[in-house]
Each structure stands twice: as structure tokens, then as C-alpha cells.
């Protein structure tokens, strides 16, 4: 019978109307499976399955424990329509992987394959480093269009636990959860202490990858280093505290490790490339390193990356390191924008040069951040200061070359007292100091407290209390929150514009900016940003080229009009996360809280509530329930509190509400369910799933333009139905 179809299949793929999709079909595999027909009381082993799939076929994974199983697809799936699909059966009950031997390289090799997707699976090594009884957990290599999304690894033993080599492109990496590859201490292999294992390790010339939703916690050396170009690392959690040590103290280089210390080692390292997009993502906890007594949370190097939108938190040093050398290529025009700061021993950024081997670096903007309790544990009088400028004179004969401070909230401490910037030929000297005498490249720093909502705020441990992903979405809500200014701050708008228009403009859709380098067109990858240009409404950016954006609706303009990212108020603020001081519902797919300004009137029934979604929010406006699991791109997503008793409504017309612009609708409905009310066909299923709880729900969406929208009744469902609206 598998013969019989393969047959079919070979014929199809050679036939001129294209039908190569016709005989995909759904098989079931299972730990104790085979070589029967692949149905759910006849299923194939995973090795057999490997070797049969064809593109369109989706393997359907039983759940139960795999040992000594491997995913390595024979045949690459043909296009988006046509991917070769491994998913867990039982999303709640996910496959789980175990290995009794040392596995060589990947538990997932996708060498010289595309379009293929690993859905919900779980694997672990049952112990750290080499103990492990996994090397690493994916290989992309010569990969391209591959999706890993909604898995568990824990405990490898590899450098890298996941590798991008030899130009792998478009491949995703989406909502799992990647913990404690390597060690942070591998004495005594080698007789020295020391540290090994990044979590991912995108070598250069690998390409527009997308890594989003991710937990990444512990690693050896890093949680993530990037030296190729053009990917995206957006709202993802890195966390690299490796506990308290407990063990005898030692001594490496320069420092020490004592009992009690924290220990870990750096997030994220930017070593090289172009054009990364860093945004919205969340960085923790970098303390004593074995590696580094004073390592920095990030480093930053390479050209044209943009970080924005992210969360820097306690910190044993520096927040982020621009360094010249030691194998990182020179930083250059890099944009550091909107990002907060908070709670670092030392700097908050060190720009030091270590020879003049690499170009100058030159041009990079620190603009529109908070920076509040830096350099709390400062080693010496050139660390204890805000910002430090090392070597660029000795090597390059200028102390702050081409590079800028502008625009930032500044804080040492709530009285914002202090502020110093330290260059090399000036030495240290306070903020306001290096403003009056280097005007062009330091200017407009506010110097006063954030005042955050909340400035100790309880971050929750990964103490299996709870999953490691429930636990992310909780640390996720708690830091989002604690580091929000209060609605009377006085960083409040004083924030400023990005860049600007340089000739005037009308009806059309092509707008020619100063400097482009501040946004991102999605890079094929995610939505491009986006913005408002002058007076207008905003716009989404769908294509850059140098400093001409294209947006995707006709505009006119003036010459010299401001353009920025949406934002609320007069000035765009600083810091990652926008102060919203009207009804505003934003797009889902950039950020809940710098606001796309989706004005929702006229809601009926008229008791329900719109919010934003996050983990633990009310489902209903008569229940307790409360929404858990659910992919990143819907956090803080605007939705609508239903009423539970509603749930027997029936009808094409049960809610409505009016929209002032085109928008998107999701609706999830129960899992349990086989059919959907009438008045939702053609809607389309998402694939996603959101669970609270009462009910896992199935979302489906649909466009609606701008006006009136009206969903029907719940058709009798056990539970009802929710609502999210974004563009």
C-alpha cells in the first residue's frame, strides 16, 4: 500500500499541472510504531517515518517517550503549502524525546532541506553538560524555510545547542523553550575552570532567520551569538542566572567565585553582520561570570543593527559592550534606541577599541533610552559612570569619534544625581559637563528619576512551581510592568523624533528620510514597521532602499517633517515601553504598548470589556477564568471580556463594535467542538490555539475594513467564544 502511493507520488511530481499535493495525507507515529499503514491503530516508528513522508504530509506524534529517535526528514517539503509537518498529537501531552546513548550531532538535522516544520515536541538530556545524553537539539544547515515552534529542550551537553551554518535562510524559530545547554563551569575537563555552549550560534552568511517567543535560559558562555545578517531576535526572554553557587571558592584571572555567588554568564552577543533587528525582547540577570569576572549582559558589534524596544535587568556589570577586536568586527552606525535600562553594576554601555585593525567605529546612536542605578559595583573611577569611551583615542585619535548620546532619561538613583560619561582624553566628568563641550554628539539627556511603577519588583523563579513557559509569561507581565513610567514622570515625551523627511511630498507612497537606518521593512520575515510621518495617519513600511521608504498607503507630506515609530503624546518617550495616555488598542504584532491608536466605539453588549491580553487576564466579565498559554504575537493583543452565559447565543448578529480603520479579527472558539457557527465560514484557522483555564480554543481570523463589525452568536458551544483585534 506505501509502495502503491509513493507510485502515485512520483507521477504527480512530474506532472505538468502541478497537483504534487493531491495524495498528502495525515500518519500517525508512535514510540512502538512500525512499518504498517500509519493510522492511529497502525503506526509507524519515527525511523520509518523519516524515510516515507513526502512533501504535504503531516506526521502526527503520538504521545509516549522516543528513545533513540531522531528527526531527520529524508526529502525536503516543496513550498509553504506543501511542508513536511512532524506535530504532537496531543498538544497538553507532548512527545517526549530520550536518548540512551550519546547522539552525534543533533536530535534534529535538517541538512539540505526546506519547508519543513517541527511542531510540540520535548526532549532532555536528564543532565547537565557531558552527562547529557544529547549533544545538541538542531541543525540548519544549507537550511532553508524550516520552522521549529511550541517545543521543550532541556539539558545538552553541545557548544550549540541549536547551529545556523552554511547559509541557511528563513527559517523560524517560534515559542519554545531552550534550557541549560553546556555549563558555566566545566572544571576540572582541561584543569582550568571555564565555561562552555551557546544556546543558538548563527554563524555569518546565514540569513533573514527569525527567532521569536523564545525562552533561552542557561548557557555556558552565551544564550545567543549572531554573525550573520539580516535576522530578527524579537520578544524573547534570555536569562543566563545559573543559581547561587554552593561550592568551594576559586579564583579565574581577575576575579573570584565564592560560595554564595550568583554565577552565569552573558545573553546575547551581536559579534558581526548587518542589519539584525534586536526588539522587544527581555534580557536578565547576568551575574558573576567564570569566563569574565565583569562580563557585559550583551555585546554589540557589527554594522547597521538595530536594538530597540528591549529590557536590560540586573546586571552583575556592564549592559552592553561595543568592543573593537578580539575577533568582533568594528561597531558602525548602529542604532540603540528606546530600550530600558535598569540596575547594572558597572556602564551601561562600554565602547572600547582593543587595536585599529577594524574601521573606526563610527556612528552608532544611543537615543530615546532610559538609563536608571547604573554602575552600582563599579571596579574603579573609569567604570563608575554611565558611559565609557576606552581606547578610541589611542587607537583612532578620537575620544567619541562619531558616536552619540542624545535624548535618553539618565538616573543614577531617584534623586538622578551624578551622571558621568568617561572618555578617554577628558576622563570622567559629569554628564551635563560632556553636553555642554561635545554638543553635537551629547545632547538633550534628561537627567531625572523614570519614576517606574514598581522599582522592586518580585521577578518569579524557575522554581517548577510552575512550566518553564507559564513562568516566562509570568516574568514576561512583571518586568513589562515594574519598568513602565508612572503617568506623572518627567521623562514623559521627552523623547526625540528618529529621523526626518528631506523634500516634501504628495499622494504618494516612496518618502526619502534622513536617516532610513532607524526602521525595518519585516525583511520578508514579520510586518515592516509601523510609522507616522508628520501630520498623517500611520502608515507600515513595506520595503527600505537606503534612505527611501515605501509605505503601503498614499501620503502627503512637508520637507523636515518628523518621522517616528506610533507613540502617544507630543515627543516619543524613552524607553522601551510607551506611557498611553488615551483609549488606545494597538497592533498585536509590534508592541501592546507603544499603540497603533485602533480607536473601538459603540461595543455591544454593552458590559463587555475591551483589555489587553496577557497571562492570568480575565476571560469573562462573569467568570474567574483566566487565559495561560498562547503564542507571543498575541500578547497584549486587544481583546474583548465576553460573558460565559452567553455562551447559548445564537445568530449572525450578536456582537458588534465599530472600528476606525482596517483591522484584523480572531476568534477562538472551543477545541471540542467539530463545526463553528454558520456566519463563520470563511474565516480562516490561524492554526493557533490559545488555552485558559476552562477550554483550550482554536483561533480563526478574518479582515474586516474600517466601521461597523459584527460576529455571530456562540452557537451553543460549551464555552463562549473570545475577540482580539489588531491591524
Request: charged share 20%; glycine share 8%; proline share 4%.
Amino acid at each position: 500500500m506505501v509502495l502503491l502511493r509513493n507510485v502515485f507520488l512520483a507521477i504527480i511530481f512530474i506532472s505538468p499541472i502541478g497537483f504534487s499535493s493531491v495524495y498528502a495525507a495525515v500518519y500517525y507515529i508512535a514510540p512502538n510504531g512500525g512499518t504498517g499503514a500509519g493510522t492511529i491503530n497502525s503506526p509507524w516508528s519515527l525511523d520509518y517515518a523519516n524515510a516515507q513522508l513526502r512533501p504535504g504530509d503531516t506526521a502526527k506524534l503520538l504521545s509516549g517517550i522516543y528513545v533513540d529517535a531522531l528527526i531527520r526528514p529524508a526529502v525536503s517539503g516543496n513550498s509553504e503549502s506543501t511542508r513536511i509537518v512532524y506535530e504532537a498529537n496531543d498538544m497538553n501531552n507532548k512527545p517526549e524525546f530520550r536518548s540512551t546513548r550519546r547522539l552525534a550531532p543533533f536530535l534534529i538535522d535538517l541538512t539540505d532541506l526546506s519547508y519543513i516544520t517541527i511542531d510540540g515536541i520535548r526532549a532532555d538530556g536528564l543532565a547537565n553538560y557531558r552527562s547529557s545524553t544529547f549533544n545538541g537539539w538542531v541543525l540548519f544547515n544549507n537550511s532553508q524555510y524550516c520552522i521549529l515552534k511550541n517545543s521543550v529542550f532541556e539539558r545538552s551537553k553541545g557548544y550549540s545547542a541549536i547551529s545556523f551554518r552554511n547559509k541557511s535562510k528563513y527559517n523560524k524559530i517560534l515559542d519554545n523553550v531552550i534550557s541549560e545547554n553546556g555549563t558555566w563551569d566545566k572544571f576540572p575537563w582541561g584543569g582550568i575552570h571555564g565555561d562552555s555552549g551557546s544556546i543558538i550560534w548563527i554563524d555569518p552568511d546565514n540569513n533573514y532567520n527569525l527567532v521569536q517567543g523564545n525562552l533561552f535560559r542557561r548557557s555556558g558562555h552565551d544564550l545567543g551569538i549572531i554573525e550573520g545578517s539580516y535576522n530578527i531576535f524579537r520578544k524573547n526572554i534570555y536569562d543566563n542566572d545559573w543559581g547561587v553557587y554552593t561550592g568551594p571558592a576559586f579564583t579565574w584571572e581577575q576575579g573570584d567565585i565564592q560560595p554564595g555567588d550568583r554565577v552565569g554568564n552573558r545573553t546575547l552577543s551581536v559579534r558581526n553582520g548587518r542589519g539584525n533587528l534586536i526588539e522587544e525582547n527581555i534580557f536578565l540577570n547576568t551575574p558573576e561570570s567564570v569566563d569574565n569576572p565583569r562580563v557585559a549582559m550583551t555585546n554589540i558589534a557589527g554594522e547597521n543593527q538595530i536594538i530597540r524596544k528591549n529590557i536590560f535587568m540586573n546586571g552583575a556589570y556592564e549592559a552592553m559592550a561595543s568592543t573593537v577586536g578580539s575577533g568582533k568586527g568594528s561597531p558602525i552606525n548602529n542604532k540603540i534606541y528606546n530600550n530600558t535600562y535598569y540596575s547594572f553594576g558597572g556602564p551601561i554601555w562600554r565602547f572600547q577599541a582593543y587595536n585599529n585593525e577594524e574601521p573606526a567605529p563610527t556612528g552608532n546612536i544611543f537615543k530615546n533610552n532610559i538609563v536608571y542605578k547604573a554602575r552600582l559595583a563599579a571596579h574603579n573611577a573609569s567604570s563608575n559612570v554611565e558611559f565609557q569611551f576606552f581606547s578610541l583615542d589611542r587607537y583612532y585619535g578620537n575620544q567619541l569619534l562619531n558616536n552619540k548620546v542624545t535624548y535618553n532619561c539618565i538616573a543614577k538613583d531617584a534623586s538622578a544625581s551624578d551622571q558621568k560619561i568617561y572618555a578617554e582624553v577628558t576622563g570622567v566628568k559629569n554628564l551635563s559637563y560632556y553636553e555642554n563641550n561635545n554638543p553635537s554628539l551629547i545632547n538633550n539627556n534628561a537627567q531625572v528619576n523614570p519614576s517606574f511603577v514598581d522599582e522592586m519588583p518580585v521577578i518569579p523563579e524557575f522554581d517548577g512551581s510552575l512550566s518553564l513557559l507559564d513562568t516566562a509569561l509570568s516574568i514576561r507581565e512583571v518586568v513589562r510592568n515594574a519598568v513602565s513610567m508612572k503617568s506623572d514622570s518627567e521623562c514623559i515625551d521627552k523623547g526625540g523624533n528618529l529621523t526626518d523627511t528631506t523634500s516634501s511630498g504628495s499622494n504618494a507612497t516612496v518618502i526619502t528620510v534622513a536617516d532610513a537606518g532607524y526602521f525595518s521593512d519585516g525583511l520578508g520575515l514579520i510586518n515592516g514597521d509601523e510609522i507616522i510621518i508628520g501630520l498623517n495617519a500611520p502608515v507600515r513600511i513595506t520595503n527600505i532602499s537606503t534612505n527611501q521608504i515605501t509605505v503601503n498607503k498614499t501620503i502627503s507630506w512637508n520637507s523636515g517633517d518628523p518621522v517616528n515609530l506610533i507613540f502617544s503624546g507630543e515627543y516619543p518617550d524613552p524607553g522601551a515601553i510607551e506611557v498611553v495616555t488615551d483609549l488606545i488598542f494597538a497592533d498585536s504584532f509590534d508592541d501592546g504598548k507603544k499603540g497603533s491608536k485602533i480607536q473601538v466605539t459603540n461595543t455591544f453588549p454593552t458590559s463587555y470589556q475591551w483589555s489587553n491580553l496577557s497571562s492570568g487576564s480575565l476571560v469573562y466579565i462573569d467568570r474567574s477564568y483566566t487565559y495561560g498559554g498562547f503564542p507571543v504575537f498575541y500578547d497584549e493583543v486587544n481583546y474583548l471580556r465576553t460573558a460565559n452565559d452567553d455562551k447559548n447565543s445564537t445568530g449572525s448578529a450578536f456582537i458588534s463594535f465599530t472600528v476606525d480603520r482596517d483591522v484584523m479579527v480572531y476568534v477562538a472558539h472551543v477545541n471540542s467542538v467539530a463545526g463553528r457557527p454558520a456566519w463563520m465560514d470563511g474565516w480562516t484557522d490561524t492554526g493557533d490555539k490559545i488555552t485558559n483555564t476552562d477550554r483550550v480554543l482554536n483561533v480563526y481570523s478574518r479582515s474586516f475594513a474600517a466601521g461597523l463589525v459584527t460576529l455571530g452568536g456562540n452557537g451553543g458551544a460549551p464555552s463562549m467564544y473570545g475577540v482580539f483585534v489588531s491591524l
